[in-house]
Nanobody
Framework: QVRLVESGGGLVQAGGSLRLSCAAS????????VGWFRQAPGKEREFVAA???????AYADSVKGRFTISRDNAKNTVYLQMNSLKPEDTGVYYC?????????????????WGQGTQVTVSS
């Protein structure tokens, strides 16, 4: 059983930055993939970024060049640095853990989810 807790969300103006954290407990953190997803009101959940235990990363095209995912295995934590934020980045951000060795962009491939943290970008 892996427990995930997100933090770092908030309200920021367009062009600003936020850093989200995903703290994990249980399981073997160093051998799992962690992904970030987001869901805006009235929209489906969408993939944002993921990081494999080998530190290989994947990004959605909409955030590439603006967001950076990283992990600190010593702290069992994954970070999502979000720069140049846009109003369309607004939503609830969830981190998720995938126990398989893949680096999936599909939410259904992830086994554990956090409770989410709200990010609001004002124009």
């Amino acid at each position: 059983q892996v427990r995930l807790v997100e933090s770092g969300g908030g309200l920021v103006q367009a062009g600003g930055s936020l850093r989200l954290s995903c703290a994990a407990s249980g399981g073997t953190f160093s051998s799992i993939t962690v992904g970030w997803f987001r869901q805006a009101p009235g929209k489906e959940r969408e993939f944002v970024a993921a990081i494999h235990w080998t530190h290989i990363t994947a990004y959605a095209d909409s955030v590439k060049g603006r967001f950076t995912i990283s992990r600190d295995n010593a702290k069992n934590t994954v970070y999502l640095q979000m720069n140049s934020l846009k109003p369309e980045d607004t939503g609830v951000y969830y981190c998720a853990a995938e126990l398989s060795p893949a680096l999936s962009r599909l939410g259904n491939d992830y086994d554990y989810w956090g409770q989410g943290t709200q990010v609001t970008v004002s124009s």
